[in-house]
């Protein structure tokens, strides 16, 4: 459970109506029972319920089972996409790793307005899930040109770009490109993709590595989790 932080052993933590709800109603769980509670920056920690119902409760904080445990430096950039495909992206850059979340729009953007609390609430269920010690922030929606114009200097840009498997004037082309170490950013487009005039602004960049996932075009929630596996094999953890 996700509990906001600091935590240190021998605290007693408030529980909010939806947290007493969750482990009472949800998970069953009664006075005495034990579960991993984390606040994303200070590790893992095993609590104790001293109470639980619909209005709240109270755990006891013990002793800390696992050291706070951030993943490599990949960022997620994405043009959101339909409500659900958007909450499953996020849902899986979290599970697969990504220490950041940028929702970007472009020139063919599917929906340029994200509810940036609902897309965090998800990056934090996916987190307690997946039993991680870490949420990555998920920023609010910015324009593609605005995010290149600040790009910082050090970061990779990995441009995932369906047309690069048949473009012959690409000698890199292919889905050999290699990923590029941390710090780096993976970009996704929306279903139409980007726009010719975006492609060559970001093939054009300074920091850009433009990389196909095969010959195939996969739907923009596949590319992303597909893009996160691949840099983690190669390169994360
Ligand atoms: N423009 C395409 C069309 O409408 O035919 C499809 C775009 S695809 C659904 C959405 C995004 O996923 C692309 O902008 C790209 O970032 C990524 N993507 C999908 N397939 C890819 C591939 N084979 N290689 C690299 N990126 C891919």
Redesign the pocket.
């Known amino acids: 459970l996700h509990i906001t932080g600091p935590l240190g052993a021998g605290q007693c933590v408030e529980l909010s109506k939806d947290q007493g709800h969750y482990l009472s109603g949800v998970m069953r769980l009664a006075p005495g029972d034990t579960l991993t509670v984390f606040d994303g920056a200070s590790g893992a920690f095993r609590a104790t319920i001293a109470s639980a119902s619909k209005r709240g409760g109270t755990l006891e904080i013990g002793k800390q089972t696992a050291p706070q445990r951030n993943p490599p430096d990949i960022w997620l950039c994405f043009a959101p996409i339909k409500k659900a495909r958007t909450d499953f992206i996020v849902e899986k850059a979290t599970e697969l790793g990504a220490a950041r979340i940028c929702p970007v729009t472009t020139q063919y953007t599917n929906s340029e307005r994200i509810r940036q609390d609902r897309l965090q609430a998800h990056a934090l269920e996916a987190a307690e899930q997946c039993g991680g010690t870490f949420v990555p922030p998920v920023d609010d929606i910015l324009p593609l040109r605005k995010m290149l114009a600040d790009w910082p200097a050090d970061r990779a840009l990995i441009f ?3 047309t ?2 048949e473009d012959p004037d690409w000698a890199q082309g292919g889905h050999t490109s290699p990923f590029p170490p941390a710090p780096a950013a993976i ?8 726009s010719p005039e975006e492609r060559g602004v970001l093939r054009a960049h300074p920091n850009a590595h433009p ?10 929630d596949t ?1 992303a989790a597909a893009a996160l596996t691949l840099w983690q094999q190669a390169q994360g953890d």
Do not use: M, T, Y
């Not at 970009?187 to 980007?194: D, Q, V």
């Not at 996932?213 to 923009?220: C, M, S, T, V």
């Open positions: 995932c770009d369906e690069l498997s970009l996704i487009g929306p279903e139409g993709g980007f990389v196909s996932l095969g010959p195939r075009i996969l739907r923009a590319a």
